[in-house]
């Protein structure tokens, strides 16, 4: 069974930085694209950003955004994906999932429980 | 990239059939068959219901079934149950080689 757990989620003041986790199991992690959606309390989703697998070389893309400001990065040895965010603001606050895009396809198959970021001016 | 356009409510009766559209652009929506819908309870992660436009993964009710045409796609759910009340999602892949997803509608089974 596929599973996706988040962790490192908290309060954080404007500015700050903060680094999300996404550890994985039951699927072969090292060849599944990663990505992180979002979504500000009582609002919608928003996609954040995407990692391809190593054969991909790592490739990653953000949403404008968050551009220069978040970076995701993974450690197959680990089977976990990361989420560093710096530079935080106010309206970063949301609850951060972490989502597996399914193979040849661009739907997320897969949802973590999702962490809480607050970031506080 | 803004977010794709959705109704923000719609409502239907329990056995009723009712559909959500999402429109977007030919850069998004019009330009890939790469469109998923999401289905979201209060407090809990989405759940994949369709992708790629008309495919539904293992597990999902028939019930529920996608379309597009033009810069414009939907979604359809038949036979309206009293569990089907949530918010749903669409999303598609861009040009710019990201996702965008839809603002969101709240389904109401009245």
């Known amino acids: 069974e596929v599973h996706l757990v988040e962790s490192g989620g908290g309060l954080v003041q404007e500015g700050g930085s903060l680094k999300l986790s996404c550890a994985a199991s039951g699927f072969s992690f090292s060849d599944s694209f990663m990505h992180w959606v979002r979504q500000a309390p009582g609002k919608g989703l928003e996609w954040v950003g995407r990692i391809k697998s190593r054969g991909e070389r790592y490739a990653t893309a953000y949403v404008e955004p968050v551009k220069g400001r978040f970076t995701i990065s993974r450690d197959d040895s680990k089977n976990t994906a990361y989420l560093q965010m710096y530079s935080l603001k106010t309206e970063d606050t949301a609850v951060y999932y972490c989502t597996r895009q399914l193979t040849g396809s661009a739907g997320f198959d897969s949802w973590g429980q999702g962490t809480l970021v607050t970031v506080s001016s | ?110």
Do not use: H, M
């Not at chain 2, 979201?40 to 996608?66: E, M, T």
């Not at chain 2, 359809?76 to 839809?102: K, M, P």
């Open chain 2, 1 to 110: 990239q803004s977010a794709l356009t959705q109704p923000a409510s719609v409502s239907g009766s329990p056995g009723q059939s009712i559909t959500i559209s999402c429109t977007g652009t030919s850069s998004d929506v019009g330009g890939y068959n790469y469109v998923s819908w999401y289905q979201q309870y209060p407090g809990k992660a989405p759940k994949l219901i369709i992708y790629d436009v008309i495919n539904r993964p293992s597990g999902v009710s028939n019930r529920f079934s996608g379309s597009k045409s033009g810069n414009t796609a939907s979604l359809t759910i038949s036979g309206l149950q009293a569990e089907d009340e949530a918010d749903f999602y669409c999303s598609s892949f861009t040009s710019s080689s990201t996702w965008v997803f839809g603002v969101g509608t709240k389904l109401t089974v009245l």
